[in-house]
């Protein structure tokens, strides 16, 4: 950007411009000036980014100060080029509407040359600085997001390589945490679309997409001999296999961070993964809407995902047959509402559902 070494002077009267040219002409500063206000409108337009400030009369022909000052605030001058009004007619309507539309100073006529001066060196150094203050803010912003977008990338990867630690015990690919993130994506995005009571922003979506991958944490803790088990498991291991909820609950307590809204995400899914919204589900026997809403979608999109992959020990489902066994509760009770979304979302679900893992 060019150095901002340039006044501009615009009056009608002559001897006016003439006397304000007196004044900087053995300054620092380029001059330029401007008879009416369509002339001083052209100069601002070619020289936007090299005026530092700009000595306005009230009254002219063609256009007056006041529309000089608005046509600067609709092409975003008016925070940059500082505007000192001069005027010898002025009212208390034109001075209130000159400030409103963002005069810096306002001088009266006849103007003492020493105090014009000053005014206007002050005028000049404060936005200088407010300039170098902003630009200074811009960059800090800049770094901030950036080093946010690390951390968030670094935290994504820990997430994911934890929660496939699950996965690797389990002999499983390693691919179901990322399709549950995918699918829970997808879902949220339509239940924004579909329920304005509950609008997700993208910075949440995003949020309980991460968390969602850590549903199955709780695994980790439960042995060997039922977590690998090929076939059906005993009523006895069924018990200890639910209470993987409360195990990964209890693991991510010891990290608990007080009024954090991706700690809660996180704890909501790994507990409420299981619940069903007529109350028969587990480990708490919610019902109906004490289930969270991103519980409840992380819930039918990891059923989703389990149908219709083929494991060591299932094959896996068609999906006309998995939309059939959800729909109709097979695998549980979910909302009528979360159904619809479901519903919704089929083809986009089936476009990212792979032949190799129902193969």
């Known amino acids: 950007m060019e150095e901002r070494n340039t006044l501009l002077i615009v009056d009608d009267v002559m001897i006016n411009r003439e006397l304000l040219k007196d004044i900087f002409e053995e300054g620092e500063y380029k001059l330029l000036e401007a008879k009416d206000g369509e002339e001083a409108i052209e100069i601002l337009d070619a020289n936007k980014d090299s005026i530092a400030l700009v000595f306005l009369d009230l009254v002219m022909p063609k256009k007056n100060g006041l529309e000089v000052m608005h046509h600067m605030s609709l092409n975003n001058m008016i925070n940059t080029i500082p505007v000192i009004m001069i005027t010898g007619e002025a009212t208390v309507e034109s001075d209130v509407k000159a400030y409103e539309l963002g005069a810096a100073d306002i001088i009266y006529k006849p103007f003492e040359p020493a105090v014009v001066t000053r005014r206007a060196k002050n005028i000049i150094e404060l936005y200088k600085h407010r300039t170098y203050i902003e630009k200074e803010l811009k960059i800090r912003t800049k770094e901030l997001l950036e080093s946010k977008k690390q951390i968030e990338q670094s935290n ?96 991510l307590e010891k990290f608990k961070q007080e009024e954090n809204e991706f700690y809660r995400y996180c704890y909501d899914i790994c507990r409420y993964h299981h619940e069903r919204y007529d109350g028969r589900g587990y480990p708490d026997g919610l019902k109906g809407n004490e289930i969270p809403v991103w519980a409840q979608i992380v819930a039918i999109v990891d059923v989703y995902d389990a149908l219709v992959s083929k494991r060591v020990y299932k094959s896996s489902f068609s999906i006309d047959e998995t939309f059939r066994i959800i729909n109709e509760g097979e695998c549980g009770v979910f909302s009528p509402k979360l159904l619809k979304c479901f519903n919704d979302s089929r083809e986009e679900l089936v476009e990212n559902t792979t032949k190799e893992q129902m193969e």
Not at 171 to 188: A, C, D, N, W, Y
Not at 198 to 217: C, G, P, R, W, Y
Request: aromatic letters at 8%; one cysteine or more.
């Open 156 to 251: 994504v990867f820990l997430i994911n390589a934890l929660s496939s630690v699950v996965e690797f015990r389990s002999l499983e690919s390693g691919e179901h945490i990322q399709r549950v993130k995918k699918f829970t994506r997808i879902m949220l995005r339509h239940w924004r679309a579909l329920y304005g009571e509950k609008q997700f922003t993208d910075e949440q979506i995003e949020l309980i997409v991460n968390a969602s991958a850590l549903h199955d944490i709780g695994k980790i803790a439960i042995p060997d001999n039922i977590l690998l088990k090929p076939g059906r498991l005993t009523e006895e291991e069924y018990t200890e296999m639910k209470k993987h909820t409360i195990y990964g609950c209890q693991m």
